[in-house]
């Protein structure tokens, strides 16, 4: 089955730039979404197909990847941005298949 | 605008079921697709399976086969998830999704607030 790979955990002082990556096998020839999740709130995608933004999701929160990492990068870090930040692949023998989930903290 | 609104918390004993509605409005229901995702508590998000709302077409998880089925009903744009020999283990928030086309293996672009099922004897 496909694996992705995230850091459990990112801390970042505000104003500074956060990099939360995901990891797995060839993830660049894949499409990547990711999630945003805070506490007792449902997700809310942030990026999808690796780094477009939906409509509202401010130009700070923007997306690569190549190889075998993909990264969510936010910049100009703010205290509502403290969040579990969850990313997704679609993989033809996994179907949807979700990262671990990183927390990010504002220090 | 689009809105998915679940319906509410269910208490369950193991062996039973348990079936989660999902109410969509603010767009056309038949031209999206609507995934179902699960969190245990103080774990991260399981996909558990897909259907389409056009012509209710399904793709389950594979360690739910079996044990899920996932439906719509047009008419009300209403889409549901039943779970069926619950176990302690199902005890999570259940989550609809609208997937932002027709197809399986689009994002998921709102969600629903979650319903929470507990299971417990």
């Known amino acids: 089955s496909y694996v992705l790979t995230q850091p459990p955990s990112v801390s970042v002082a505000p104003g500074q730039t956060a990099r939360i990556t995901c990891g797995g096998n060839n993830i660049g020839s894949k499409s990547v979404h990711w999630y945003q999740q805070k506490p007792g709130q449902a997700p809310v995608l942030v990026v999808y197909d690796d780094s477009d933004r939906p409509s509202g999701i401010p130009e700070r929160f923007s997306g690569s990847n190549s190889g075998n990492t993909a990264t969510l990068t936010i910049s100009r870090v703010e205290a509502g941005d403290e969040a579990d930040y969850y990313c997704q692949v679609w993989d033809s023998s996994s179907d949807w298949v979700f990262g671990g989930g990183t927390k990010l903290t504002v220090l | 605008q689009v809105q998915l609104v679940q319906s509410g918390a269910e208490v369950k004993k193991p062996g039973a079921s348990v079936k989660v509605s999902c109410k969509a409005s603010?767009?056309?229901?038949?031209?999206?697709?609507i995934s179902w995702v699960r969190q245990a508590p103080g774990q991260g998000l399981e996909w558990m399976g897909w259907?389409?709302?056009?012509?209710?077409?399904?793709n389950y998880a594979q360690k739910l086969q079996g044990r899920v089925t996932m439906t719509t009903d047009t008419s009300t744009s209403t889409a549901y998830m039943e779970l069926r020999s619950l176990r302690s283990d199902d005890t999570a928030v259940y989550y609809c999704a609208r997937a932002s086309s027709t197809v399986v293996t689009a994002d998921f672009d709102y969600w629903g607030q979650g319903t929470l099922v507990t299971v417990s004897s």
């Open positions: 259907i389409s709302a056009y012509n209710g077409n399904t």
């Open positions: 603010g767009y056309t229901f038949t031209s999206y697709g």
